[in-house]
């Protein structure tokens, strides 16, 4: 099983509107880290947020929210206040704590435009 | 403090050459990390060191490819006796604890 899912390969949205990008994972460790990356077309990657899996509440950042619903195992990225340079790849990602485990797991990514 | 430096940023090389990527990670920083990335794919994760320590390696990373990190400081990914398969972005991250991994720009080598 994918240990992240993002099932939007691509999103619109109009500047200065707010957006919301979905992930789901998978994990049967009790704690672990969720993170944002935001990765434009130069390629680097891009560190957004992280939330970790006993935070009691959403991790913000700026612009950057996440609506963590651990029952449902869903870690969204809100952006709110579109600007044109949010157009980007963006990537969910997870590690877990289990020993040994010193990675990150990726989704397939979500490739956003903002229309002007 | 720049950040995560890697060289080069690209990379054009004969099937069958060796090539070899550099990757200078944030000074304070004891992990790094080593991830490849195909087109249209997440980052897939190689091998990680602690200081000069490698500790993890994934199945992706076969007998061609080795990589190293002398006394903790910059670390070298080399890939021998390249295949037109190894045509990716080469991704290189470093942390210091478990919540903060920055990423280099990469090298986006190309195998004709």
């Known amino acids: 099983a994918q240990k992240i899912t993002q099932t939007q390969p691509g999103m619109f949205v109009q500047e200065k509107e707010a957006v919301t990008l979905d992930c789901t994972y998978d994990t049967s460790d009790p704690s672990y880290g969720l993170f944002w990356y935001k990765q434009p077309s130069s390629g680097e990657m891009i560190f957004l947020i992280y939330q970790g899996s006993y935070d009691q509440q959403n991790a913000t950042e700026g612009r950057y929210s996440l609506n963590f619903q651990k029952a449902r195992k869903s870690a969204n990225l809100v952006i709110s206040a579109s600007q044109l340079g949010d157009s980007a790849m963006y990537f969910c990602a997870m590690r877990e704590s289990v020993a040994g485990a010193n990675n990150l797991f990726f989704g397939t990514g979500t490739r956003l435009t903002v229309i002007p | 403090d720049t950040g995560v430096s890697q060289d080069p940023r690209h990379k054009i090389t004969k099937r069958g050459q060796n090539v070899t990527f550099r990757c200078d990670p944030i000074s304070e920083h004891n992990r790094l990390y080593w991830y490849r990335q195909t087109l249209g794919q997440g980052p897939e994760f190689l091998t990680y060191?602690?200081?000069?320590?490698?500790?993890?390696k994934s199945r992706l990373l076969s007998d061609r490819f080795s990589a190293e990190r002398p006394k903790g400081s910059f670390s070298t990914l080399e890939i021998q006796r390249t295949e037109q398969g190894d045509s990716a972005m080469y991704l290189c991250?470093?942390?210091?604890?478990?919540?903060?991994?920055?990423f280099g720009s990469g090298t986006r080598l190309t195998v004709v």
């Open positions: 991250a470093s942390s210091l604890g478990w919540d903060g991994y920055t």
């Open positions: 060191f602690q200081n000069e320590a490698q500790l993890e």
